[in-house]
C-alpha cells in the first residue's frame, strides 16, 4: 500500500499558507510598531483647546457653548415611551409615528405581529 500524499492535496496545501503570508506580515508589521512604542514611551497626545480664548469643556472636549452634555437646555432630551406590551418593542413606532423618522402615511405590516410572536 502507498502512503503518499495526492498531488492536488499538496498543491492546496502550499496555496492556504502562500495566502496567509499577507496577514502574517501586517501582523508582524502591528507587533513591531507596538513594541518600538512601548519601549519608546509612545503615548497619543491630548487635543488642546483652541486658542480663541473661548471656556472649553474639558470633559467633553468642546467648546462650553455647544456642550450638550453639560448644557441640556441645548438639545432636551426625547419623550421616552418605554415598553409597548402590545408590539413586544421599546419605543415602537407603530403605536407613537412621531418616533419614526419616515415621510408620508406609516406602512404596517401585512401580517399579525402578535400571532407571530406567541
Same mark, same amino acid.
Given at each position: 500500500?502507498?502512503?503518499?500524499?495526492?498531488?492536488?492535496?499538496?498543491?492546496?496545501?502550499?496555496?492556504?499558507?502562500?495566502?496567509?503570508?499577507?496577514?502574517?506580515?501586517?501582523?508582524?508589521?502591528?507587533?513591531?510598531?507596538?513594541?518600538?512604542?512601548?519601549?519608546?514611551?509612545?503615548?497619543?497626545?491630548?487635543?488642546? +483647546?483652541? *486658542?480663541?480664548?473661548?471656556? &472649553? $469643556? !474639558?470633559? %467633553?472636549? /468642546?467648546? =462650553?457653548?455647544?456642550?450638550?452634555?453639560?448644557?441640556?437646555?441645548?438639545? +432636551?432630551? *426625547?419623550?421616552?415611551?418605554? &415598553? $409597548? !406590551?402590545? %408590539?413586544? /418593542?421599546? =419605543?415602537?413606532?407603530?403605536?407613537?409615528?412621531?418616533?419614526?423618522?419616515?415621510?408620508?402615511?406609516?406602512?404596517?405590516?401585512?401580517?399579525?405581529?402578535?400571532?407571530?410572536?406567541?
Amino acid at each position: 500500500m502507498s502512503t503518499s500524499i495526492d498531488p492536488r492535496a499538496r498543491t492546496g496545501l502550499v496555496r492556504s499558507v502562500i495566502r496567509g503570508v499577507p496577514t502574517l506580515l501586517v501582523l508582524a508589521a502591528f507587533g513591531a510598531a507596538a513594541w518600538w512604542g512601548h519601549t519608546t514611551g509612545w503615548s497619543l497626545a491630548k487635543p488642546l +483647546p483652541p *486658542a480663541s480664548g473661548e471656556p &472649553w $469643556c !474639558t470633559a %467633553h472636549n /468642546v467648546p =462650553e457653548g455647544i456642550c450638550v452634555e453639560c448644557n441640556p437646555a441645548l438639545m +432636551p432630551r *426625547a419623550k421616552s415611551y418605554g &415598553w $409597548c !406590551t402590545l %408590539h413586544g /418593542v421599546s =419605543e415602537c413606532p407603530t403605536c407613537h409615528p412621531e418616533l419614526s423618522q419616515a415621510r408620508g402615511e406609516p406602512r404596517l405590516p401585512k401580517y399579525d405581529t402578535v400571532a407571530a410572536m406567541k
